[in-house]
């Protein structure tokens, strides 16, 4: 837990108050939270269903950051109704809707750069 005073969290509030998207990447930045978003934008809604698509993460790490989604709103849990044992799933919320558009062109122009990065390499060896 950070100090509320402490140089760092005085710094993240300056941060988030001074540039929007300094916004955006604490909501999408932490570990996991972006391959938890796309896992669940590809139907993988269910606790379950995430940890077997993102087979590396850890149940806490997995617990945590979608409680640290929920919190932002950008997805809700939903309790689903007659299930044995209770289940759970996943949904985006609309501040979501609008997020996964613009992530989805992130990961274009981040591909689009590796793949320049790569080529650049392959010139040099």
């Not at 978003?37 to 995430?50: C, D, K, T």
């Not at 993460?57 to 617990?63: C, F, H, K, N």
């Not at 979501?96 to 990961?107: F, M, T, V």
């Amino acid at each position: 837990m950070k100090k509320e005073n402490s140089t760092n969290s005085l710094n993240e509030r300056y941060l988030l108050n001074t540039c929007d998207f300094n916004y955006v990447l604490k909501l999408i930045g932490g570990r996991w939270k972006s391959q938890i978003i796309f896992s669940i934008a590809h139907g993988n809604n269910r606790f379950s269903l995430i940890k077997q698509d993102l087979d590396n993460i850890s149940d806490q790490v997995l617990g945590r950051q979608l409680r640290n989604l929920e919190i932002e709103g950008i997805i809700e849990k939903t309790e689903i109704p007659l299930s044995i044992p209770k289940g759970i799933q996943y949904d985006f919320t609309e501040k979501a809707d609008s997020l996964i558009p613009l992530l989805r062109e992130l990961c274009l122009w981040g591909g689009q750069q590796k793949d320049r990065i790569k080529a650049h390499d392959h010139k040099k060896a």
